[in-house]
């Protein structure tokens, strides 16, 4: 069966420039989770939903970073007015139920700002 | 959430076995012990999980002592296919909200 998908797989944008990044968990996986991930070091946790309620967005560096998922779903991660420090990959991960399950990520989307 | 600390590298060679420790001195208790493994220009993969005693799966084992403030990854036979980043997690106890830290990992480079 088909994994969690992201796109685009590689955005560049402008600073100043708002980005929509995308999301398409596993088919019938409760949770989603967001993370960043900058050059040479470990996913940092973004934010968390649970069907479409956002349960827990602690990790959301900014106001410019927004994050939805309407019907449970499909997720989109938005940052607007990108800077050069928001350039990373942006894992998306998602698991069947609730906490306690294994969670798959995807191949991450890699936004670089310039 | 536990705080988790593990070797940032190690060489090993192919077909010897390589164990990676990993210390989780604050593991709550409902926590489990999840290890994942990350190629470059791809997201981290799961490679195994467990609770405590021993834990074994067609890639990998996982000890875990008694008092649960170490695990130990072991690879049996590494290829070269096995270089990666190996991220040592804990969480996922009743308690969490899917917030997992990851820490640095240990870059693991397999050599002929």
């Known amino acids: 069966g088909a994994g969690v998908s992201q796109s685009p797989r590689y955005k560049v944008a402008k600073r100043g420039q708002d980005v929509a990044l995308r999301c398409d968990p596993i088919?019938?996986?409760?949770?989603l989770f967001w993370y960043q991930q900058a050059l040479g070091q470990g996913p940092e946790f973004l934010t968390y939903f649970q069907n479409e309620a956002q349960l827990d967005k602690s990790g959301l560096p900014s106001d410019r970073f927004f994050a939805e998922r309407p019907e449970g779903s499909v997720s989109t991660l938005k940052i607007q007015r990108t800077q050069q420090e928001d350039s990373a990959v942006y894992l998306c991960?998602?698991?069947?139920?609730?906490?306690?399950?294994?969670?798959?990520f995807g191949e991450g989307s890699w936004l670089t700002v310039v | 959430l536990a705080k988790t600390t593990q070797p940032i590298s190690m060489d090993s060679y192919e077909g010897q076995e390589v164990n990676i420790t990993c210390s989780h001195n604050?593991?709550?208790?409902?926590?489990?012990i999840t290890w994942y493994q990350q190629f470059p220009s791809q997201g981290p993969r799961f490679i195994i999980q467990g609770y405590k005693t021993k834990v074994t799966n067609e890639v990998a084992s996982l000890f875990i002592p008694a008092d649960r403030k170490s695990s130990t990854l072991s690879l049996p036979r590494v290829s070269l296919s096995d270089t990666a980043v190996y991220y040592c997690l804990g969480g996922y106890g009743s308690s969490n909200t899917g917030k997992l830290i990851f820490g640095q990992g240990t870059t693991l480079q397999v050599k002929p």
């Open positions: 604050n593991i709550a208790t409902n926590d489990y």
């Open positions: 991960a998602s698991s069947p139920r609730g906490v306690g399950n294994t969670i798959y």
């Open positions: 088919s019938g996986h409760v949770s």
